[in-house]
């Protein structure tokens, strides 16, 4: 397998501590070829918003990060798989050192997704065709036949990958308000915040904040709480050293064992397995 030389996208900050990352930047719009694939390492760090003229598929190989898509975040952990229409506006956060699998693909020969960002669960196939994408990066010769029926088969999966999209997702507010009320939310997941206390950061009553939750972000306070706190569980649970039950603790869980049962129920893993999954995952990243 040829290995690609990695780069990183213009505007991209690193944390202090991790600018040994940093690549040759390049402007992967200005790139005249209809699909090719990066592979890049990346530290803590915080992207602008940016958008490209290319759709994208994006696999975090090692780590967890998270994106902000058109008024929703989406959490992009290993063995999950991001779709992202072509313009689509979105920024990139990580907590700590990832490693991003990235296909560009031309909407003039892929449909584009069916909605603005789908996060789904990679299949072993996804995996391996992600993966093998890399050699094909964007220095790669533009009538390459193989490269061809290669991208124009994973285009033809990626659509029946994504029919199976996955809830790792939490809305973002319209209004001041409920943007309030939302960051408080996440400020207080170790404790118990509760939906009066929410309504009085907004300066709404209950009832109104009720009503925002369902009008501007098609949720409920408690089931943005549920979320918030699985999705924050998934980050710490990736982080090397991570136990499940200080986890569950941080989370605002009181029962590590209420805990385990509503994470196999939002990640279709046990926190246990998901941690040693995302250990070996960090083992196998720096060996490479």
Same mark, same amino acid.
């Given at each position: 397998?040829?290995?690609?030389?990695?780069?990183?996208?213009?505007?991209?900050?690193?944390?202090?501590?991790?600018?040994?990352?940093?690549?040759?930047?390049?402007?992967?719009?200005?790139?005249?070829?209809?699909?090719?694939?990066?592979?890049?390492?990346?530290?803590?760090?915080?992207?602008?918003?940016?958008?490209?003229?290319?759709?994208?598929?994006?696999?975090?190989?090692?780590?967890?990060?998270?994106?902000?898509?058109?008024?929703?975040?989406?959490?992009?952990?290993?063995?999950?798989?991001?779709?992202?229409?072509?313009?689509?506006?979105?920024?990139?956060?990580?907590?700590?050192?990832?490693?991003?699998? !990235?296909?560009?693909?031309?909407?003039?020969?892929?449909?584009?997704?069916?909605?603005?960002?789908?996060?789904?669960?990679?299949?072993?196939?996804?995996?391996?065709?992600?993966?093998?994408?890399?050699?094909?990066?964007?220095?790669?010769?533009?009538?390459?036949?193989?490269?061809?029926?290669?991208?124009?088969?994973?285009?033809?999966?990626?659509?029946?990958?994504?029919?199976?999209?996955?809830?790792?997702?939490?809305? !973002?507010?319209?209004?001041?308000?409920?943007?309030?009320?939302?960051?408080?939310?996440?400020?207080?997941?170790?404790?118990?915040?509760?939906?009066?206390?929410?309504?009085?950061?907004?300066?709404?009553?209950?009832?109104?904040?009720?009503?925002?939750?369902?009008?501007?972000?098609?949720?409920?306070?408690?089931?943005?709480?549920?979320?918030?706190?699985?999705?924050?569980?998934?980050?710490?649970?990736?982080?090397?050293?991570?136990?499940? !039950?200080?986890?569950?603790?941080?989370?605002?869980?009181?029962?590590?064992?209420?805990?385990?049962?509503?994470?196999?129920?939002?990640?279709?893993?046990?926190?246990?397995?998901?941690?040693?999954?995302?250990?070996?995952?960090?083992?196998?990243?720096?060996?490479?």
């Amino acid at each position: 397998m040829q290995i690609l030389s990695r780069h990183r996208p213009q505007g991209w900050a690193d944390a202090p501590e991790t600018r040994s990352l940093a690549r040759l930047a390049f402007d992967v719009d200005a790139v005249n070829l209809p699909a090719f694939g990066i592979e890049e390492d990346y530290g803590p760090l915080v992207s602008p918003w940016h958008g490209h003229n290319k759709h994208q598929l994006l696999y975090a190989a090692a780590g967890t990060l998270k994106l902000e898509v058109e008024g929703s975040q989406w959490l992009l952990p290993p063995h999950r798989a991001a779709w992202i229409g072509a313009r689509v506006q979105h920024r990139v956060h990580a907590v700590s050192r990832f490693t991003l699998r !990235t296909v560009y693909l031309s909407p003039r020969q892929t449909p584009s997704p069916p909605s603005a960002c789908l996060v789904f669960a990679a299949t072993p196939v996804a995996r391996e065709m992600i993966r093998y994408a890399m050699r094909w990066g964007p220095d790669r010769h533009t009538h390459d036949a193989t490269a061809r029926a290669f991208f124009t088969a994973l285009a033809a999966l990626i659509d029946e990958w994504a029919q199976v999209a996955l809830p790792f997702r939490l809305p !973002t507010a319209q209004s001041p308000e409920l943007g309030r009320a939302m960051q408080y939310a996440i400020d207080e997941l170790s404790f118990t915040p509760t939906v009066e206390d929410a309504a009085r950061r907004a300066g709404l009553s209950t009832r109104t904040l009720a009503r925002r939750f369902a009008d501007e972000a098609q949720t409920s306070w408690r089931q943005f709480l549920h979320h918030a706190r699985l999705m924050r569980a998934m980050e710490l649970l990736a982080v090397p050293g991570a136990r499940v !039950t200080e986890t569950a603790l941080a989370v605002g869980f009181d029962s590590p064992g209420a805990f385990t049962r509503a994470f196999e129920e939002f990640t279709g893993d046990k926190p246990k397995d998901y941690r040693e999954r995302r250990s070996k995952q960090r083992g196998r990243a720096d060996g490479e």
